[in-house]
C-alpha cells in the first residue's frame, strides 16, 4: 500500500486483488450472509480508495483494512436488518390480505348499495320504473317509453321527482 500511495499503479491493483480475500474473511465473521459479502466487498475497495492517503506506512496494512472491512460488514448488516424489517418476503401477502382501508371502503360501498336499493323500492312505481329503466339499465328515453307505454316527458318528470326523493332519503336534503 505504501507503494501505492508512492503512485504505483501496478502496486495499488495488486494490494487491492490481495484485499478481496481478507475483506470476504473479515465480512464472514462478522456474520454478513453470503448473498450481501459481494456488496461488502465492493464498499469496502470503494473506502479504501477514497481512504488510501489515510493509511499509515509504519502500521499493519492487514489491521487497517479489517478494520475497514469490519465497519463495512456492520453497515451492511444494519441496512438489511432494516431492509428485513420493512420489507415482505412473501410475493402473495399482498394479493392475500386486504389492506385496513380497502376493506372499510368496499364494506361501505356494499352498505350505500344496500341503502340505495331500500330507498329505490319505497319509490311510487312510476318513478321506480323510471330510475331502473334510465339510471340503473342506462335505457334510452324513447326506449324506456316504448318498453313502458309512458311519453317521455312524464319519464322525465318521474326520474326527476325519483331523484329528488332519493336525495333526500340518503342525504337528507330536501
Known sequence: MA?????DRAAYERVLGESVGVIRSVARRQGVPVDLLDDVVQETLITIHRVRHTYDPSRSYHAWLAAIAARRSIDALRQHGRRDRRELHEPLAVENFAEEGEASDATE???RAAALRE?????????REAVEHL????????????LTGRSTGALKVNLHRALKALRGRL???S
Open 3 to 7: 507503494a501505492a500511495q508512492a503512485g
Open 109 to 111: 360501498h356494499d352498505q
Open 119 to 127: 330507498a329505490i323500492a319505497t319509490l311510487p312505481p312510476g318513478q
Open 135 to 146: 339510471g340503473l339499465r342506462e335505457r334510452s328515453l324513447a326506449e324506456t317509453a316504448e
Open 171 to 173: 342525504h337528507g336534503d
